[in-house]
């Protein structure tokens, strides 16, 4: 059992000396892990807590313009982030080198990593604003638990992932859910205009599917990656692995709820 321990414990300390990039300790919110926690407890008390006990003797806001604007800008930089592997020629130099990692520290590449990984994760932080705006709306039967760990702990593990383990895994992950980013922001910011736009809406029910999708594409990326023993962080892998299961059944679960109940019903 101590060997066992020890063998963790200095496969643990490898990848931290190997992989982690001492630049991204200077960039916004990288120092330490104390802010980004310190954002994920007050976005838990608010969301469960505060905002619920704040909006209960208070009538809902009317937020429509600002969920217009803050949808298009989501839009718009899902788009941006989704472009940014091909803009820095990421994607074709996966496919070019396989299951060969990138050698940190002397690859522009692992510098785009870097600063992809950067900008996804401040998106997921900027994020935790879909769940404060539900709560100032009053609409707390759409804070589900789903949604909440959903948005926690990509916000934390995207952290993580780019402070200590980044790879090239990461990148695929992250370009398929600013894919799907794209579509769902799109029609958040559709539903945001009023009424008059319900019509252009019948497509609600395939955004879960657009989802599971995705995690079914990760999950088989995910897998090849082990199957042909890539020289990729394992721990990360098995890591991503976890989450897109636990993901693939919490949308699984939302979706019989919502939409397979109803189909019966009616």
């Known amino acids: 059992m101590a060997g066992l321990m020890h063998l963790v414990v200095h496969n643990y300390n490898e990848i931290l000396q190997s992989k982690k990039d001492p630049m991204v300790d200077s960039w916004f919110l990288m120092s330490s892990p104390m802010p980004v926690l310190l954002i994920l407890v007050f976005y838990l008390y608010f969301v469960l807590k505060l905002g619920p006990q704040l909006m209960a003797t208070r009538k809902a806001f009317n937020l429509q313009r600002i969920l217009v604007a803050y949808n298009f800008y989501q839009v718009i930089f899902s788009l ?26 002397r690859n522009p590449f692992s510098i785009a990593i870097s600063n992809g990984a950067w900008w996804y994760f401040f998106s997921k932080i900027i994020e935790l604003l879909d769940t404060v705006f539900f709560v100032l709306r009053k609409k707390q039967n759409q804070v589900t638990f789903l949604h909440v760990y ?15 383990l980044p790879g090239e895994q990461g990148l695929v992950i992250g370009f398929l859910n600013s894919v799907v980013h794209v579509v769902m922001y799109f029609y958040y910011m559709v539903a945001a205009m009023g009424p008059k736009y319900q019509k252009y809406l019948w497509w609600k029910k395939y955004m879960t599917w657009i989802q599971l999708v995705q995690f079914c594409i990760m999950l088989t990326y995910l897998l090849c990656l082990l199957a042909y023993d890539c020289k990729f962080p394992k721990a990360l892998t098995f890591f991503f692995i976890s989450n897109v299961i636990i993901f693939l059944y919490l949308f699984s679960d939302f979706y019989r709820k919502a939409y397979k109940k109803k189909e019966k019903l009616g």
């Open 150 to 164: 959903h948005h926690t702990i990509t916000a934390l593990f995207s952290w993580g992932y780019l402070k200590f």
């Open 80 to 105: 941006w982030l989704s472009t940014m592997p091909f803009r820095v020629g990421a994607m074709s130099y996966i496919f070019k080198n396989g299951c060969h990692p990138v050698e940190l520290h």
